[in-house]
């Protein structure tokens, strides 16, 4: 097979030999402190085997977390090179390297996982259901997930990091331009997850067409739920295109196929073309559910339905349709002529209206209602005016003839992040300061939250600010320098000063959650925002069967009105009955586990070794095929016990924030 | 989850297979093999691509399961826009303008 094992581990970079000795020392670390405390068998049947829903949605956003880590460091180092002209720290192929996966992490192993974890841990609350469909597929999900994302990461110390931008656009992309290994990361480590967010597509689509409680009409659903249900449907339309894209990149440069080379009969700009025509949806896929999350954040702190809800709704089913239809604002520059670029100009802008038809319902939301300033809403709030900025300056881009101007500038860097950050990564800190006590049972730091919101939000309107500025003065991206006498020292250093101020945002935001570990009040009750959604009428944390008798839906916002007429509250003992939950397993860490060593050999082209792995995975298929496993029945005395325990302590319902 | 024991062995499961493989291989035969021109290769092999297509909606896919005549007729509806979008928007993209040359 010819392995270079000099070529290995990645040498002669005194900042990667560091983080290769930093993950040595963290791995012994974590390996003795879990078998110093005995905890092993914990995580094994507590985490690692769980179908919980909750402990999934979990485990995605402290996965998630760490890739904010890992790709924020990403970010930081760009800013540190561009910070002044001619700067020597890093190389320009290692500056490509880290572009690279600075995108590819941030979208797909942070964003992603952070909105299905959360979509996890809250739809079937919502919804009032016990788990999803398929609880076992969803624990594959998740660790397909993972595998595909600790993949992805170890890149950069074993083989090197795919360094042809997070689009990896051909020919670059190919084996002709790009001979080493590293882009065979892309193909495959996201081959795996996408396997595992495609089912997580499925898994919700049924679960939200099939498992609402009763009385819970689609026009009764709460707006999260909508807009997961989109995004389902989405995931469902626009992964596969990318499944099939992948693959062909793997066989392109993996055995010599001609789908995408220059050479020989192939179409260079067929990948672009694929990809963003699962690219663009991908945008809405991380940006409706975090709409999702602001409608309920907004609605439950401004303490009002909300606002146009069917209007709402319409907006939800329209982006996703339109979405579909406007992948070649990617690509204008291709040169597809007028009619082309006319055609998906048009329907670029055409995706403002229902997203403006949303933001003015947010207002409208807020409008007269008793709004409380918890950390949550001050996200939703900031929300508003940054993400409008983002939008207008997406629809100057989205005018092909103006693109060629704009085109591959820092403008387009300064615009999109300008959409993700408030759009997305806004919205999953709202939503983490709003459901994590019904996550953990106690509350994250108010005044620690204030701290982290109004450092991240200064720290990144004063990093990506400038890159406007910049862009439209001819700063390009993706560039590892520039002259002093381009003139653009002085707005790069202000934007590497901006990520400074970020950057201590999101180390507060992580010490906000280590503070609250140890020091927060435990004694909350179980619904401490005085809520609106079903969520909040069950214990928190939620009990490992969510609801002990399925709560029935008369009207929106369902909590609320139980609230208001006090009925559906109270848990007679003759109401209990057994509960049937299913077994945990085994399967779907083996499944991930075994995905990531194919996978490994894979990117080596070590074909037999695959093969070997491959077999591997057939075997759990087939296992997974013969197993009858029926779950197992909770005792109506269990359920008494733990209801119990909850329903009497909580009293009056007490006022947390104010 | 009661009903996991099947009634009878899933022989159309079996038969739809086989079948694709067979018209697999035949495609990929036909490109490889023959030397029929270029523009007749694609032809028939795209012909046999939507042959398939259409054997595995009714041997994979419960088409013919009829009660849930209105989940069906929102599926094919999707799926044809889906096509639309994805087959005749990039044949579109790619082959006008500057792209085509």
Same mark, same amino acid.
């Given at each position: 097979?010819?392995?270079?094992?000099?070529?290995?581990?990645?040498?002669?970079?005194?900042?990667?030999?560091?983080?290769?000795?930093?993950?040595?020392?963290?791995?012994?670390?974590?390996?003795?402190?879990?078998?110093?405390?005995?905890?092993?068998?914990?995580?094994?049947?507590?985490?690692?085997?769980?179908?919980?829903?909750?402990?999934?949605?979990?485990?995605?956003?402290?996965?998630?977390?760490?890739?904010?880590?890992?790709?924020?460091?990403?970010?930081?180092?760009?800013?540190?090179?561009?910070?002044?002209?001619?700067?020597?720290?890093?190389?320009?192929?290692?500056?490509?390297?880290?572009?690279?996966?600075?995108? !590819?992490?941030?979208?797909?192993?942070?964003?992603?996982?952070?909105?299905?974890?959360?979509?996890?841990?809250?739809?079937?609350?919502?919804?009032?259901?016990? &788990?999803?469909?398929?609880?076992?597929?969803?624990?594959?999900?998740?660790?397909?997930?993972?595998?595909?994302?600790?993949?992805?990461?170890?890149?950069?110390?074993?083989?090197?990091?795919?360094?042809?931008?997070?689009?990896?656009?051909?020919?670059?992309?190919?084996?002709?331009?790009?001979?080493?290994?590293?882009?065979?990361?892309?193909?495959?480590?996201?081959?795996?997850?996408?396997?595992?967010?495609?089912?997580?597509?499925?898994?919700?689509?049924?679960?939200?067409?099939?498992?609402?409680?009763?009385?819970?009409?689609?026009?009764?659903?709460?707006?999260?739920?909508?807009?997961?249900?989109?995004?389902?449907?989405?995931?469902?339309?626009?992964?596969?295109?990318?499944?099939?894209?992948?693959?062909?990149?793997?066989?392109?440069?993996?055995?010599?196929?001609?789908?995408?080379?220059?050479?020989?009969? /192939?179409?260079?700009?067929?990948?672009?073309?694929?990809?963003?025509?699962?690219?663009?949806?991908?945008?809405?896929?991380?940006?409706?559910?975090?709409?999702?999350?602001?409608?309920?954040?907004?609605?439950?702190?401004?303490?009002?339905?909300?606002?146009?809800?069917?209007?709402?709704?319409?907006?939800?089913?329209?982006?996703?349709?339109?979405?579909?239809?406007?992948?070649?604002?990617?690509?204008?520059?291709?040169?597809?002529?007028?009619?082309?670029?006319?055609?998906?100009?048009?329907?670029?802008?055409?995706?403002?209206?229902?997203?403006?038809?949303?933001?003015?319902?947010?207002?409208?939301?807020?409008?007269?209602?008793?709004?409380?300033?918890?950390?949550?809403?001050?996200?939703?709030?900031?929300?508003?005016?940054?993400?409008?900025?983002?939008?207008?300056?997406?629809?100057?881009?989205?005018?092909?003839?103006?693109?060629?101007?704009?085109?591959?500038?820092?403008?387009?860097?300064?615009?999109?992040?300008?959409?993700?950050?408030?759009? !997305?990564?806004?919205?999953?800190?709202?939503?983490?300061?709003?459901?994590?006590?019904?996550?953990?049972?106690?509350?994250?730091?108010?005044?620690?939250?204030?701290?982290?919101?109004?450092?991240?939000?200064?720290?990144?309107? !004063?990093?990506?600010?400038?890159?406007?500025?910049?862009?439209?003065?001819?700063?390009?991206?993706?560039?590892?320098?520039?002259?002093?006498?381009?003139?653009?020292?002085?707005?790069?250093?202000?934007?590497?000063?901006?990520?400074?101020?970020?950057?201590?945002?999101?180390?507060?935001?992580?010490?906000?959650?280590?503070?609250?570990?140890?020091?927060?009040?435990?004694?909350?009750?179980?619904?401490?925002? &005085?809520?609106?959604?079903?969520?909040?009428?069950?214990?928190?944390?939620?009990?490992?069967?969510?609801?002990?008798?399925?709560?029935?839906?008369?009207?929106? &916002?369902?909590?609320?009105?139980?609230?208001?007429?006090?009925? /559906?509250?109270?848990?007679?003992?003759?109401?209990?009955?057994?509960?049937?939950?299913?077994?945990?397993?085994?399967?779907?860490?083996?499944?991930?586990?075994?995905?990531?060593?194919?996978?490994?050999?894979?990117?080596?082209?070590?074909?037999?070794?695959?093969?070997?792995?491959?077999?591997?995975?057939?075997?759990?298929?087939?296992?997974?095929?013969?197993?009858?496993?029926?779950?197992?029945?909770?005792?109506?005395?269990?359920?008494?016990?733990?209801?119990?325990?909850?329903?009497?302590?909580?009293?009056?319902?007490?006022?947390?924030?104010? | 989850?009661?009903?996991?024991?099947?009634?009878?062995?899933?022989?159309?499961?079996?038969?739809?297979?086989?079948?694709?493989?067979?018209?697999?291989?035949?495609?990929?035969?036909?490109?490889?093999?023959?030397?029929?021109?270029?523009?007749?290769?694609?032809?028939?092999?795209?012909?046999?691509?939507?042959?398939?297509?259409?054997?595995?909606?009714?041997?994979?896919?419960?088409?013919?399961?009829?009660?849930?005549?209105?989940?069906?007729?929102?599926?094919?509806?999707?799926?044809?826009?889906?096509?639309?979008?994805?087959?005749?928007?990039?044949?579109?993209?790619?082959?006008?303008?500057?792209?085509?040359?």
């Amino acid at each position: 097979m010819g392995i270079k094992w000099d070529e290995f581990f990645i040498t002669g970079d005194p900042l990667i030999l560091g983080s290769q000795i930093a993950i040595l020392l963290t791995m012994i670390g974590a390996v003795a402190g879990i078998t110093y405390l005995k905890k092993w068998k914990y995580l094994w049947t507590e985490w690692l085997t769980t179908v919980d829903h909750k402990k999934i949605g979990i485990m995605y956003i402290i996965s998630a977390v760490l890739m904010f880590f890992r790709g924020g460091m990403d970010g930081l180092l760009m800013k540190a090179q561009t910070s002044r002209p001619e700067m020597e720290f890093l190389n320009s192929q290692h500056y490509n390297e880290i572009f690279t996966t600075h995108g !590819v992490i941030m979208i797909l192993f942070m964003a992603m996982p952070f909105l299905i974890g959360l979509m996890n841990v809250v739809i079937p609350l919502q919804i009032g259901a016990r &788990d999803v469909a398929f609880p076992q597929l969803n624990a594959l999900s998740f660790w397909l997930f993972f595998s595909g994302a600790m993949l992805f990461n170890i890149s950069f110390v074993i083989g090197g990091s795919p360094d042809a931008g997070w689009t990896s656009y051909f020919p670059l992309a190919g084996k002709e331009f790009s001979p080493g290994i590293g882009n065979n990361y892309y193909a495959v480590a996201l081959q795996i997850a996408g396997i595992g967010t495609l089912m997580t597509g499925i898994n919700f689509i049924v679960t939200i067409l099939k498992m609402r409680t009763k009385g819970m009409t689609l026009m009764k659903m709460p707006m999260f739920t909508w807009t997961t249900f989109v995004t389902s449907i989405l995931i469902v339309a626009a992964f596969p295109i990318f499944t099939v894209a992948l693959a062909l990149m793997t066989f392109d440069r993996l055995y010599g196929t001609h789908f995408f080379t220059v050479s020989g009969g /192939g179409m260079d700009m067929l990948w672009a073309n694929l990809f963003w025509l699962w690219g663009h949806p991908e945008v809405y896929i991380v940006a409706l559910p975090a709409f999702g999350i602001f409608s309920e954040v907004i609605a439950t702190f401004s303490r009002k339905s909300l606002f146009g809800y069917k209007s709402m709704v319409f907006s939800i089913l329209g982006i996703a349709l339109l979405s579909m239809v406007v992948w070649v604002h990617h690509f204008y520059t291709m040169g597809s002529g007028p009619a082309v670029n006319s055609f998906f100009s048009i329907t670029t802008m055409a995706i403002a209206i229902p997203t403006g038809v949303k933001m003015f319902n947010w207002l409208f939301t807020m409008r007269k209602g008793r709004i409380k300033i918890t950390s949550a809403m001050l996200w939703a709030l900031a929300f508003v005016p940054c993400f409008v900025i983002g939008g207008v300056t997406g629809v100057m881009l989205a005018m092909g003839a103006a693109d060629y101007q704009y085109h591959n500038t820092l403008f387009l860097v300064a615009h999109f992040h300008y959409v993700l950050i408030p759009g !997305v990564v806004f919205a999953v800190f709202a939503g983490l300061y709003y459901w994590w006590p019904k996550m953990f049972g106690f509350m994250l730091n108010e005044k620690l939250g204030k701290w982290h919101f109004w450092l991240f939000v200064i720290g990144f309107n !004063v990093t990506f600010m400038p890159m406007f500025f910049l862009g439209l003065n001819g700063a390009v991206r993706r560039a590892y320098t520039y002259s002093a006498e381009s003139g653009f020292a002085p707005l790069f250093m202000l934007s590497a000063i901006g990520s400074i101020v970020l950057a201590a945002g999101f180390a507060v935001f992580c010490y906000n959650i280590y503070w609250s570990i140890r020091y927060a009040d435990r004694n909350i009750s179980s619904d401490p925002w &005085d809520a609106r959604t079903l969520e909040w009428s069950t214990a928190s944390p939620v009990q490992f069967y969510n609801f002990a008798k399925l709560p029935e839906v008369k009207s929106l &916002d369902p909590f609320w009105h139980m609230k208001k007429k006090n009925e /559906g509250l109270t848990l007679h003992d003759s109401e209990i009955e057994e509960i049937h939950m299913p077994s945990n397993s085994w399967l779907p860490i083996y499944m991930g586990v075994i995905f990531g060593i194919a996978g490994f050999f894979l990117v080596f082209e070590w074909h037999i070794a695959a093969a070997v792995a491959g077999i591997g995975i057939f075997a759990g298929l087939i296992i997974r095929s013969f197993d009858y496993n029926e779950g197992f029945h909770v005792s109506k005395e269990e359920i008494h016990r733990i209801e119990n325990a909850w329903r009497k302590t909580e009293g009056e319902v007490h006022d947390h924030v104010s | 989850m009661e009903h996991h024991q099947s009634k009878s062995f899933p022989i159309s499961h079996v038969i739809g297979f086989v079948v694709s493989l067979v018209l697999t291989f035949a495609a990929a035969g036909i490109a490889l093999k023959t030397n029929l021109s270029f523009k007749v290769i694609m032809w028939i092999i795209g012909s046999l691509a939507v042959i398939q297509a259409g054997m595995q909606l009714f041997m994979f896919m419960h088409l013919r399961e009829g009660e849930h005549g209105k989940t069906n007729l929102i599926n094919m509806i999707y799926a044809v826009f889906m096509v639309i979008v994805i087959v005749v928007g990039s044949i579109w993209v790619l082959t006008s303008g500057h792209a085509s040359h």
